[in-house]
Structure formats: structure tokens, C-alpha cells
């Protein structure tokens, strides 16, 4: 569904990425982590066409993305960090933000929004507030919706976890877990947390300085680093694996 094929970006005279080449697999959960400044977020906006590569190309089914921006981008939910949700909109309106632009009726808009509801496990009372007056985890979870609005096959998320408190965290966690088995969609995640990697993952992609150190499951990190940086950096969240 998705591949980088020898990709470079660069910020002025900063090279952010690359050279890299990445296939990410279909109906699975890849997640990409390393340390801050890695590049995992420039990857990320990447394969949605919002950093188009310097060098080596983009693909979005087999194809070069950069001719097929506004299909690809319907096709792909992306949520930001701290979830970006338009603070003048209801939880309802932000969800349906594509809907409406498409022209969906209301019924179906109404359908969308209650499925993605009860998939979510959002209260049906709170879809007609405000983002201020929802809880953090309330409001990652609009924006999951959101993303998920015109049914994509891709799903992308840049660190939807970050600044929640840890219980609210942890059973987000749990219900993302669910949400993304039952969807059975091709997902891209960003963390920089070695646990969530491995609560999520069926593929771990390490990063650091632009480059892939490592890619496979989290027991392939464990048992058989490619390179010293990816014993130190595993060493460094041992305490928080789940293991």
C-alpha cells in the first residue's frame, strides 16, 4: 500500500531524511519510533504527501503519490498530535468536516457519526460539545474519528498519545488496540515510548538521524540488534516494556 523508494528530505541545509527506502506492510500495524529529531514525523507527513521527498519518490499503491494527491488523501485518515480539532467546531462538526465537503446528506452523516461512536466508545451525548468542554482523551478520540470519517484504507497518527495522563493514556491504548484489529486497515504510528511500539507493533521501525537502524518485531530488536544504538536505546525503556 505504501513505500518510500530511496528518499531524501531536506530543511534548507539540514538533511532530515535519508537516503531511506521503507515498505510498509498492507492490513498491519507498523510503528515508527526514535529518539526526538529522528525524522519518524517528516516519514510520516511523507506518505500523505505533505513533505514530498527531495529525492526518490513516494508510492501509494504501486503508484507515485505525487499524481494522485487528492485520491490518496481521501483515502488516508491522518491524525495529528494533540489531534488538531477546529476549537469552533463540535465534536460532531469536526468529524464531519470531509462529509460535508463531499456532500453527504445528513442520514448518512448521522450514520458515519454514530458508527464511529460506538466504535470508539464516545459518549453520544458529548458529540454536539465544544473541544474545550471535552476531556484529552475525549478529543484524541474525535480526532480518531475524524481521520476514520470517509472509511480510509490507510490510517496515519503522529504521536496520539502524547500529554494524556497515564490512565487516560493506557485505556486509550486499550481501545486503540481494539479499534485497530477490528479495522484491519494499513496503520501508521508514530511514539517515541519503546512500550507503546510494543503494545501496537506488528512491525518496529527504529529510526535515528533520518535513517532506518532497524525494522521487525519487538523480539527481533530484543534478540538480534543490528547495531549498538538499538540495544542502547531498548536499554534505555527496558522498565517500560511489557515484558
Known amino acids: 500500500m505504501l513505500e518510500l523508494r530511496g528518499v531524501v528530505k531536506r530543511f534548507g541545509e539540514a538533511q532530515a531524511l535519508g537516503p531511506l527506502s521503507l515498505a510498509i506492510p498492507e492490513g498491519r500495524t507498523t510503528v515508527l519510533i526514535g529518539p526526538s529529531g529522528c525524522g519518524k514525523s517528516t516519514l510520516l507527513r511523507m506518505l500523505i504527501g505533505l513533505a514530498p521527498p527531495d529525492e526518490g519518490e513516494a508510492l501509494f499503491g504501486g503508484a507515485p503519490l505525487s499524481g494522485q494527491l487528492p485520491e490518496a488523501r481521501r483515502r488516508t485518515g491522518y491524525v495529528i498530535q494533540d489531534g488538531g480539532l477546529f476549537p469552533h467546531l463540535t465534536a460532531r462538526e469536526n ?77 486509550l491504548q486499550d481501545d ?25 507493533g506488528d512491525l518496529i521501525v527504529l529510526m535515528r538521524d533520518g535513517a532506518v537502524m532497524q525494522q521487525g518485531c519487538i523480539a527481533d530488536l530484543l ?5 549498538p544504538f538499538v540495544t542502547e536505546f531498548i536499554r534505555a525503556q527496558r522498565s517500560e516494556l511489557p515484558l
Request: glycine letters at 6%.
Open 95 to 171: 468529524i464531519c468536516l470531509m462529509p460535508v465537503h463531499l456532500g453527504w446528506t445528513e442520514r448518512a452523516q448521522a450514520e458515519r457519526v454514530d458508527a464511529l461512536a460506538a466504535l470508539t466508545r464516545f459518549p453520544a451525548e458529548r458529540l454536539d460539545a465544544w473541544p474545550a468542554e471535552l476531556s484529552g482523551g475525549q478529543r484524541q478520540r474525535v480526532a480518531i474519528m475524524r481521520a476514520l470519517a470517509l472509511d480510509p484504507d490507510v490510517l496515519l497518527l503522529d504521536e496520539p498519545l502524547g500529554g494524556l495522563d497515564p490512565l487516560v493514556r493506557r485505556g
Open 176 to 200: 486503540l488496540r481494539e479499534i485497530f484489529r477490528a479495522l484491519s486497515k494499513t496503520i501508521v504510528l508514530v511514539t517515541h515510548d519503546m512500550h507503546e511500539a510494543a503494545f501496537f
Open 223 to 227: 534478540e538480534h540488534p543490528a547495531d
